[in-house]
Nanobody
Framework: QVRLVESGGGLVQAGGSLRLSCAAS????????VAWFRQAPGKEREFVSA????????YYTNSVEGRFTISRENAKNTVYLQMNSLKPEDTAVYYC?????????????????WGQGTQVTVSS
């Protein structure tokens, strides 16, 4: 089992920045692909970003490309999502997810483990 705990959410003005953290405990986290998804009120959960277990491969949805950066520190069992130039449409609950078997990084169905989520609110 892998337990994931997100932190770092909050209220920020448009154009501001936040850094989300996903701390893992349990099995060898370093061998897992980790992703961030988000869900806004009344909308489906959507893929935001993912990182391979080596950290070499990173993936972003088009709407955050160039503004968000995903990274990981396997020694600390932590994955980060640095979010810059935030927009009101980035407002959502952000979830961390992990899997050790993956074929489609953007599919929520691929991920076995999920955190409880952290709220990000961007005011205009």
């Amino acid at each position: 089992q892998v337990r994931l705990v997100e932190s770092g959410g909050g209220l920020v003005q448009a154009g501001g920045s936040l850094r989300l953290s996903c701390a893992a405990s349990g099995r060898t986290f370093s061998k897992y692909v980790v992703a961030w998804f988000r869900q806004a009120p009344g909308k489906e959960r959507e893929f935001v970003s993912a990182i391979t277990w080596t950290g070499v491969g990173t993936y972003y949805t088009n709407s955050v490309e160039g503004r968000f950066t995903i990274s990981r520190e396997n020694a600390k069992n932590t994955v980060y999502l640095q979010m810059n130039s935030l927009k009101p449409e980035d407002t959502a609950v952000y979830y961390c997810a992990a899997t050790n078997t993956i074929t489609e990084v953007a599919s929520s169905l691929e991920y076995n483990y999920w955190g409880q989520g952290t709220q990000v609110t961007v005011s205009s």
